[in-house]
T-cell receptor, first 109, second 113 residues
């Protein structure tokens, strides 16, 4: 079966750095996505990786290793507004998105 | 403001009743999707449409139907609601099925009692 694993919850301190991991087992691979979802709101797109390596976008970076079935989202200079759930999703060989359950990130002052 | 709109925002529905969740986008996106989101589970695809006039089944299609008569609208119908369909429903769209970014509506919180 297809499976996306990410930690259920993480806590970090304002101003610090946090890394959210995602491992996947899917039938085929056509890209990995990270979305941010604030409580009670819609998911919003953060990043997309299809080749191995690091993609940097401001305070957020996303890394992919296809051989290991592994990705991480790195958030730097954490702000209180970064408190949200972070969703990892993989597009499989049928171009369907398989979603992880999300990681709830709690930022403490 | 361009975007994707869902209606209603929330609804309490008696079991056995028929209900249509509405979704409209004005971005001229070809692909549209319906997901349900349940606590502790990832988003699960119910139905999708890669272009007007075509639809396909996702991971959890049973009990739901969709239509795509035009580019902008993608309604989701529950023919006879059951309590297990209590969930938050998100409609989303993207330029095409293989596009990198999907845009989500604000969600419909449905409770079936």
């Amino acid at each position: 079966g297809q499976n996306i694993d990410q930690p259920t919850e993480m806590t970090a301190t304002e101003g610090a750095i946090v890394q959210i991991n995602c491992t996947y087992q899917t039938s085929g691979f056509n890209g990995l996505f990270w979305y941010q979802q604030h409580a009670g709101e819609a998911p919003t797109f953060l990043s997309y990786n299809v080749l191995d390596g690091l993609e940097e976008k401001g305070r957020f970076s996303s890394f992919l290793s296809r051989s290991k079935g592994y990705s991480y989202l790195l958030l730097k200079e954490l702000q209180m507004k970064d408190s949200a759930s972070y969703l990892c999703a993989v597009r499989d060989s049928n171009y369907q998105l398989i979603w992880g359950a999300g990681t709830k990130l709690i930022i403490k002052p | 403001i361009a975007g994707i709109t869902q209606a209603p925002t929330s609804q309490i529905l008696a079991a056995g009743r028929r209900m249509t969740l509405r979704c409209t986008q004005d971005m001229r996106h070809n692909a549209m999707y319906w997901y349900r989101q349940d606590l502790g589970l990832g988003l699960r695809l119910i139905h999708y449409s890669n272009t007007a006039g075509t639809t396909g089944k996702g991971e959890v299609p049973d009990g739901y139907s969709v239509s795509r008569a035009n580019t902008d609208d993608f309604p989701l119908t529950l023919a006879s609601a059951v309590p297990s369909q209590t969930s938050v429903y998100f409609c989303a769209s993207s330029v095409s099925g293989g596009e990198t970014e999907a845009f989500f509506g604000q969600g419909t919180r449905l409770t079936v009692v």
